[in-house]
């Protein structure tokens, strides 16, 4: 069992920054790729990020166009998605995710192949 709490959300001015964290505690975080999803209001859950065991990254192509990065600090349990260049179409609860893997190579971008999710962090862009 592995628990995840999200940090970082908050309210912000559109093309602002924010810096997502999602610290892991029960097992061992290097065994896990992880991944960060959002939902919107009245909007069904999308994916946003996605990072390897070994530091492999996925990001959805729709909307991140550069403006986010997901990156891991294996050593503090913890998974991060910086997030630039904001904009009110942003807005949702960032929920993150793990599963745990033996390939170290594996981007999981698909939401029902995790089993393990925090209780989310709102984002608020406001415009």
């Known amino acids: 069992q592995v628990q995840l709490v999200e940090s970082g959300g908050g309210l912000v001015q559109a093309g602002g920054s924010l810096r997502l964290s999602c610290i892991t505690s029960?097992?061992?975080?290097?065994?896990?790729?992880m991944g960060w999803f959002r939902q919107a209001p009245g909007k069904e859950r999308e994916f946003v990020a996605a990072i390897s065991r070994s530091g492999y990254t996925a990001y959805n192509t729709d909307f991140v166009k550069g403006r986010f990065t997901i990156s891991r600090d294996n050593a503090k349990n913890t998974v991060y998605l910086q997030m630039n260049s904001l904009k009110p179409e942003d807005t949702a609860v960032y929920y993150c995710?793990?599963?745990?893997?033996?390939?170290?190579?594996?981007?999981?971008?698909?939401?029902?192949?995790?089993?393990?999710w925090g209780q989310g962090t709102q984002v608020t862009v406001s415009s």
């Open positions: 029960g097992r061992t975080f290097s065994n896990y790729a």
């Open positions: 995710a793990a599963e745990e893997t033996r390939f170290s190579w594996r981007v999981i971008t698909t939401g029902s192949e995790y089993d393990y």
